[in-house]
């Protein structure tokens, strides 16, 4: 999708291990935001920021942390794997009104 | 409550026949916006189409239309002349513009949506 860079794809994490995925934007949007979809279900936000510097909890953020130090990055840490984080990710934008844009999404397999 | 309410896990329409997903939704907020993605089994999401609150035509975007029924707070999509290639899951979103900071983006739990021959 135009302008959102996640990485990785896939990734299987061992129990308790730590992992950071990545979500890059070249749109110049403030508004970015995490989700996460596990099977046969709607997305989840997790986390989103208005702009760099700020960022809030969304409905599902336990378990996870994210930092802004620029208007392009919006990381998402996950600091000890569980098995309930086994889902897919995605990281989204928002700019004028009507423009809203996902990443290609991460598939995370905790074991 | 649901903030956005998608009553149809699934459906089934016959190649070249239209279809309607049905999406309500519930917000106090006058100014917003609603989305529709479809996710294929590749699991990317795919922007369809927007409608926003103001707007007084229903949104078009090739063969997907949005029915905006704003007193009934409803905002089905309907895909005409079905295509095998439109099998996939619905999403339906919202957008609610002043309720905090935070302008996000709260999703229904999806419509999948099987073409057949």
């Known amino acids: 999708n135009a302008g959102v860079t996640q990485t990785p794809k896939f990734r299987i994490l061992k129990i308790g291990q730590s992992m950071t995925l990545q979500c890059t934007q070249d749109?110049?949007?403030?508004?970015m935001y995490w989700y996460r979809q596990d099977p046969g279900m709607g997305l989840k936000l997790i986390y989103y920021s208005v702009g760099a510097g700020i960022t809030d909890k969304g409905e599902v953020p336990n378990g996870y942390n994210v930092s802004r130090s620029t208007t392009e990055d919006f990381p998402l840490r996950l600091e000890l794997a569980a098995p309930s984080q086994t889902s897919v990710y995605f990281c989204?934008?928002?700019?004028?009104?009507?423009?809203?844009?996902f990443g290609q999404g991460t598939r995370l397999t905790v074991v | 409550a649901q903030k956005i309410t998608q009553t149809q896990p699934g459906m089934f329409v016959q190649e070249k026949e239209a279809v309607t997903l049905d999406c309500t939704y519930d917000t106090s907020d006058q100014s917003y916006g609603l989305f529709w993605y479809k996710q294929p089994s590749s699991g990317e999401m795919i922007f369809l189409i927007y409608?926003?609150?103001?707007?007084?035509q229903n949104a078009t975007e090739g063969r997907y239309s949005l029915n905006f029924q704003k007193a009934r707070k409803s905002a089905n999509l309907v895909i005409s002349a079905s295509q095998l290639g439109d099998s996939a899951m619905y999403f339906c979103?919202?957008?609610?513009?002043?309720?905090?900071?935070?302008?996000?983006?709260?999703f229904g739990t999806g419509t999948r949506l099987q073409v057949t021959l």
């Open positions: 749109m110049n949007h403030n508004y």
């Open positions: 409608q926003g609150s103001y707007d007084e």
């Open positions: 979103a919202m957008r609610e513009f002043y309720t905090g900071t935070a302008s996000k983006l709260t």
């Open positions: 989204a934008i928002v700019g004028s009104n009507t423009e809203a844009f």
